[in-house]
């Protein structure tokens, strides 16, 4: 596994912590919703930042209030046919003023990346043979589009009228 | 008709190249066939029983003599010399080869065509009325509004990956032809009292193993939120639609689970959240209206002698007008539909010669303009009265003059077997068995008004269920069996056939067809009661009786 952010393999400060693991002292943790869930308050109390694993039919709005405390969601692509991390990326972004990293976990392909970003997606965790060339190529595949995006460029609506 | 500004070109360039790209990783072997797949899916590639099949979207249905020469051209240089016009407003290649595709889709770059979004969980070319902008008692010509859609719903990076495949269809008359009532997403062009343009919604239709007819969800979508009511609709399926069953994964399968109102309550509330996020701008839709401003028409009187002349001579040529003339809003026009039902020829195909036949014939007879309609033949929208005997000697001269709009002969059908790999029976041959029986005009013309539509299996891609007559294809036991569905539509006054019982072998489903035939002729009410109207005043029994009991 490697961690891709803006196009290079990063180092990865997070640790996924299964539901039945102890937390690590001190450490960046990512657990799931259930973990969540159960542990919130000890969670939340920690002294290092949180972050949250969300399968594919879990919502952002159900966790909606204590975005503010999370610096990470992962979302997960449990197979690259499930688009809903799409919506729910783009909800934590537009609707929840997510500003923390969204991190796409599982069946990702290469194709997907450049659609990934305009939702908000801003971190990358795929195989170590996965080639970073994906990443290069998705921020020149298309230079303009039609939707307004997380990225905030105009649209070509917009542009098309100064 | 649209053309296509300096983005929009490299919209369709950039994703050629990235085509390429994907089939050069395909050739390679650094894509196994099932990461290509939804690549190529995108790109409308299909992998079929026997080769690729390509998709070609003709958006909304509107083309110029320009771009159908070069559907002629890939017909010729890349397949066996024709293509198949779908029920969808696409064109399909059976036989192009996976290394040729990335240049097919080059080519057809230059006349601003492509395969984007022609298959794969997305949103699908958008169709529309044929006779849109010319028909007479049009609210508005919708063709501005579809390439709107066209432009918000290509490549959407939160929409390319939907539970299932997604079609829109918007029309702009009260009289439906473009089966709005059953796509996912039915868009009506309406006014308001004050007089204001706005979107009537249908949510939740289609066809496939359970035929559903769209509900309405709301009554006016004012312009300006037109695409983020659509994004509110489409957020709340993407989210909410079931992935654990791909018969179950349409919208419409959503919409009816969870009940219209809870469904609409949740768009609401979405849409509430995000109106005003996709913009829109006046001068926008004013710059996309400006492309679909009337063409120069003469001004004519409202009849023509010459013509006049020519129906009360040349019977072949009455007949013709009587099925393939439609009025036109324009006076001194007409809107003639051009046949691709020939006996012998799979419905919807047309031939490299004949796509530059009627090139030809548009270019010189109907103002640069054809359509394509979602019953698989063209549309030649802007014909003079005087030139009517012209074009009608010439699209017969290129096999192109079959005078069977709408009657029995001119039936929808699916590739069925001959093609598909999903097939449970042939869907090909039936139909020229049918085209043959019926083959004498005059019995046609008694017979009147007659859609059949058939599928060669239960994914109802030949709109079985609203035929006036559906043929469906079924496996019994490693048999083709054909079963019988009467009285549906895809109109206005949208309905699902009723399945009349147990099908029937490949050698009697004609004969029962036959008998449903003479069932009607001999229980209407007059020559001017038409099947579908019988059908609804009497009911399925007595078509039951008749194809049974004599068993
Ligand atoms: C390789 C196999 C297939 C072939 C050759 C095929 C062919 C077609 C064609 C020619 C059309 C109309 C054209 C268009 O969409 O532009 C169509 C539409 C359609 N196809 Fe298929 N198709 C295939 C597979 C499927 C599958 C797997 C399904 C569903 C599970 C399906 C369901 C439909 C439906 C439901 C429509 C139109 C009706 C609607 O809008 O609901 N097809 N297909
Ligand atoms: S209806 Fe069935 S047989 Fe016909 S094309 Fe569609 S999938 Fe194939």
């Known amino acids: 596994m490697k961690l891709v952010k803006n196009a290079s393999a990063v180092a990865d400060d997070w640790t996924h912590v299964a539901d039945d693991d102890e937390l690590p002292e001190g450490k960046a943790v990512v657990v799931s919703l259930a973990r969540f869930r159960a542990d919130r308050d000890k969670l939340v109390g920690r002294n290092a930042p949180l972050g949250l694993r969300l399968k594919s039919n879990e919502a952002p709005s159900s966790v909606a209030e204590d975005l503010g405390r999370i610096a990470l969601v992962a979302l997960e692509f449990p197979i690259f046919r499930d688009g809903r991390g799409y919506s729910h990326a783009v909800q934590l972004r537009q609707r929840f003023g997510f500003d923390g990293e969204i991190r796409a976990v599982g069946d990702v392909l290469w194709d997907q990346i450049p659609h990934m970003i305009r939702c908000g997606i801003d971190g990358f965790e795929v195989g170590d043979d996965f080639p970073l060339a994906a990443f290069e190529e998705a921020r020149t595949v298309f230079t303009r589009h039609y939707q307004p995006d997380v990225t905030g460029q105009p649209t070509i609506l917009e542009l098309r009228h100064g | ?51 690729y099949m390509l998709r070609v979207a003709i958006p909304y249905g509107t083309l110029s003599p320009r771009q159908m020469r070069m559907l002629a051209h ?6 066996k010399g024709y293509g198949h016009f779908t029920t969808r407003q696409n064109i399909q290649y059976n036989w192009p080869r996976l290394v040729d595709t990335p240049d097919i889709l080059a080519d057809l770059a230059t006349v601003e065509m492509h395969g984007i979004q022609t298959s794969g969980n997305c949103i699908r070319n958008v169709t529309s009325d044929p006779f849109s902008g010319v028909a007479a008692g049009e609210v508005e010509d919708p063709r501005p ?4 859609i066209r432009q918000w719903s290509s490549f959407h990076p939160e929409f390319s990956y939907l539970p299932r495949k997604f079609k829109i269809a918007v029309t702009g008359s009260e009289h439906d032809r473009a089966a709005i009532k059953l796509h996912d997403i039915g868009i009506r062009v309406v006014r308001n ?15 496939g193993r359970t035929p559903i007819i769209a509900k309405k969800i709301r009554d006016f979508v004012p312009k300006a939120d037109l695409l983020d009511y659509a994004t509110a609709c489409l957020r709340v399926y993407n989210e909410l639609g079931r992935r654990d069953n791909i018969y179950k994964a349409r919208i419409k399968i959503l919409v009816h689970e969870m009940g219209l109102e809870k469904y609409s309550a949740l768009v609401d509330e979405e849409f509430a959240r995000s109106q ?96 394509v309609t979602h019953e698989q033949n063209l549309v030649l929208p802007n014909v003079k009265l005087d030139d009517l005997y012209t074009v009608w000697k010439q699209l017969s001269a290129a096999g192109l003059g079959s005078a069977n709009i709408g009657l029995i002969s001119d039936i929808i059908c699916c590739p069925g077997l001959d093609y598909c790999d999903l097939a449970n029976a042939r869907s090909i041959p039936i139909a020229d068995e049918l085209q043959q029986r019926f083959a004498d005009l005059e019995r046609q013309y008694a017979i009147g008004s007659l859609k059949i539509k058939m599928s060669g299996c239960i994914n109802a891609c030949g709109h079985h269920h609203v035929g006036h007559i559906g043929i469906l294809g079924v496996d019994k036991h490693g048999k083709e069996l054909y079963q019988l569905q009467l009285g549906g539509s895809g109109a206005e006054d949208a309905s699902i056939g009723q399945i009349t019982g147990a099908g029937f072998p490949p050698e009697r489903i004609v004969g029962a067809v036959e008998t449903v035939i003479e069932t009607y002729l001999s229980l209407r009410h007059g020559d001017a009661e038409t099947f579908l109207d019988c059908y609804r005043r009497v009911g399925l029994a007595p078509f039951k009786a008749a194809l049974y009991e004599a068993r």
Not at chain 2, 74 to 79: G, I, L, N, Q
Not at chain 2, 145 to 148: A, G, M, P, R
Not at chain 2, 328 to 351: E, Q, R, T
């Open chain 2, 1 to 51: 008709m649209y053309r296509y500004d300096e983005f929009d070109q490299q919209a369709v360039d950039e994703r050629v190249a990235q085509f390429r790209g994907q089939v050069g990783r395909r050739l390679k072997g650094e894509l196994t066939e099932d990461q290509f797949k939804p690549l190529r899916l995108m790109n409308g590639l299909y992998l079929q029983l026997h080769a």
């Open chain 2, 74 to 79: 890939v017909a010729r240089k890349y397949d």
């Open chain 2, 276 to 371: 005003g996020t996709v913009k829109l701008p006046d001068a926008e839709i004013a710059r996309i209206q400006a492309y679909f401003a009337p063409p120069a028409y003469e001004t004519l009187p409202a009849t023509s002698t010459a013509f006049e002349a020519r129906r009360f001579e040349d019977k072949g040529f009455r007949t013709f007008v009587r099925t393939n003339v439609h009025a036109h809003k324009v006076p001194g026009y007409a809107i003639v539909s051009v046949s691709l039902k020939a006996p012998g020829v799979a419905p919807g195909d047309a031939s490299a010669d004949q796509m530059d036949a009627v090139a030809d014939i548009a270019e010189r007879y109907s103002l640069d303009e054809l359509r």
């Open chain 2, 145 to 148: 509004w579809c390439e709107i």
């Open chain 2, 193 to 207: 009292a004050a007089g204001e343009t706005g979107f009537e919604f249908w949510i939740g239709g289609g066809m």
